[in-house]
């Protein structure tokens, strides 16, 4: 059973950073793309960041602050967040294109609470 899993979440202050980790278990025979979503509280789910056949693309509100980098080997891709602002507030969730012995589809994670504030 294919499960994804985030984890890196916490507290910290603007200006600050923070790294995100994405791991994806179980037997799969390729992960087609991963990415990042966030959704704040009374907002609804928005893209942050994903990466696709080598190419990463992020939204306009975190260019030049966040960055993707995978570990194949791992099936983990992160999101290295940095110069945080409050309005990054939200629980970030990966989700993951995978092909396994089930076919074809997308996983999410549970999310993880990012909070930004002094």
Do not use: H
């Not at 190419?55 to 975190?62: P, W």
């Amino acid at each position: 059973q294919v499960q994804v899993a985030e984890s890196g979440g916490g507290l910290a202050q603007p200006g600050g950073s923070l790294r995100l980790s994405c791991a994806v278990s179980g037997i799969i025979f390729r992960i087609n793309s991963m990415g990042w979503y966030r959704q704040a509280p009374g907002k609804q789910r928005e893209l942050v960041a994903s990466f696709t056949s080598g190419n990463a693309d992020y939204a306009d509100s975190v260019k030049g602050r966040f960055t993707i980098s995978n570990d194949n080997a791992k099936k983990t891709q992160y999101l290295q967040m940095n110069s945080l602002k409050p309005d990054d507030t939200a629980v970030y969730y990966c989700k993951a294109d995978v092909t396994s012995s089930s076919g074809r589809r997308d996983y999410w994670g549970r999310g993880t609470q990012v909070t930004v504030s002094s």
